[in-house]
């Protein structure tokens, strides 16, 4: 398993932030635009409906990326950004707080689109959506994943859409319920495994070209590699960067084995060993195919 589909994982077990040590480096493609980190949220001048939402989230104050990004994605005129972020740091109430912040909730059609590549943590993204903005009376999330069905040119009223890379295209060309012309924000979460899966990549470009102009964009992965940065560098437009050193992040209530099996049989075993020896109180199987 690769560094980015275990970031994943570990994202869609966490439920709570871990206490990080990294260092977070930034690389500025404009010299002349003012960076600067804050302590608390406050010091953001977020509205008072996103400050009781944040800290029903369980955040007392920012944490090391959101120290740094927020005050990136909340500057004015907005700035393009691409961060590096590993799961369980803050990152998706950070973006989460940015949408909610660039909306007009005066005007009822999508204006910030949020691609996530597995099913699963579209529908995450949006409980975080969901639980930040709850005093966001006026500001609706819908989501774009499979089984969420709208008819061809129906008048979508939520600003936010949450979804997987192929409903949005779908919903934005086929459908055409969305207006890509006027979005003022898109983000990319999770974008190493857009281009580990065939074709998400592909379906994330045909969309962000055909965004305006001043839209701004945010892009996030987990790791760094050289197809990730020519994937961002392909798609975002002088971003600023936030590096962090690589690091492995474990939960210490997480026991991890490792078997080696030589076939379905020895499998099926061996999963049954594990929990005819340990005792588990909770358990996700992930399987590759669904039979």
Known sequence: VGSAETSLLNKLIRTSLVESSHHVEILQQDPSSPLFSVKTFEELTLKKELLQGIYIMGFNRPSKIQETALPIMLAYPPQNLIAQSQSGTGKTAAFVLAMLSRVNAAEKYPQCPCLAPPYELALQIGRVIETIGRFCADIKVTYAVRGNRVL???ALEEQIVIGTPGTMLDWCFKRRVIDVKKINMFVLDEADIMIDTQGLSYQSIRIQRALPKGCQMLLFSATFKETVRAFAVQIISNPIVIKLREEELTLSNIRQYFFVCRSREEKYRALCNVY??????????????ER
């Open 276 to 289: 005819g020896s340990i005792t588990i109180g909770q358990a996700m199987i992930f399987c590759q195919v």
């Open 152 to 154: 061809q040119g129906a």
